[in-house]
């Protein structure tokens, strides 16, 4: 079963610690803080993000931009920076002390749009080890987006496929790009008259496709899948399979 659609909340405390955190260590971890998690930009980027320290120790920050893919199924990939992207920072390392916050800027631009990339914050510093004595490293991600004026129409977009299969009550859906241009899924929802399921939305690459599974838990059969995008909305009839 592919993967049901995921966004990232508007505040991510941990994405990963470089080590096995057992239980107490995750405690300590857990007040670090970047914010906005994500953020677009039309043409070149001049943006910032701060990060919190709420723990009692200082720590040491460094930052690392990476490029990044995602498949069909919404699994991420990540890479060395793309040639073509440049980014610069007020800072790339810095210390930021207990229960304090410190704000980054940085300015981003590319040769070709759309493009993409994440920063990475790495957090060192906190005074725990795992049992083999390495040291716990928090990364906490900023993802940009730099855009053309124009994300993709909606004439670029289709809707491939849209099933229900009966046996595991589980739609499945695929939306496919056309278009050169970027588009953002805000919502997305399965309906069977006035009962409705909802995923959350997901980003939709150009010439690439995005599907996912939305699990239905209403009674009867639903037969109605809906995209709702920035500006538009992208609908079509939900097919039944059966064993």
Request: net charge positive; with cysteine.
């Amino acid at each position: 079963m592919r993967r049901a659609a995921q966004v990232f909340p508007a505040k991510v405390k941990i994405v990963i610690l470089f080590a096995l955190v057992c239980s107490g260590f995750a405690g300590i971890a857990q007040g670090q803080t970047i914010q906005p998690v994500l953020s677009e930009y039309r043409g070149q980027a001049s943006g910032r993000f701060e990060l919190t320290n709420d723990s009692f120790y200082p720590l040491n920050v460094v930052l690392e931009a990476k490029s990044f893919a995602v498949s069909e199924d919404g699994e991420i990939t990540y890479g060395p920076l793309d040639s073509d992207i440049h980014v610069k920072f007020s800072a790339t390392s810095f210390r930021i002390p207990p229960k304090q916050s410190l704000s980054v800027a940085y300015q981003a631009t590319a040769s070709k749009l759309p493009a993409w990339f994440v920063v990475y914050a790495g957090m060192t510093g906190l005074p725990v080890r795992t049992s083999s004595g390495m040291n716990i490293q928090v990364l906490l991600p900023h993802t940009v987006y730099l855009l053309p004026k124009k994300d993709a129409s909606k004439n670029e977009l289709k809707i491939v496929n849209a099933s229900f299969d009966t046996a595991t009550q589980v739609v499945s859906l695929d939306l496919a790009s056309e278009s050169d241009c970027f588009a953002r899924v805000l919502a997305t929802e399965v309906r069977a008259g006035k009962k409705k399921m909802e995923a959350e939305g997901f980003p939709i690459y150009p010439h690439k496709h995005r599907r996912l599974d939305v699990p239905w838990k209403e009674d009867g059969v639903p037969d109605l899948a809906v995209f709702t995008l920035r500006n538009f909305k992208i609908e079509a009839p939900i097919t039944t399979q059966t064993p």
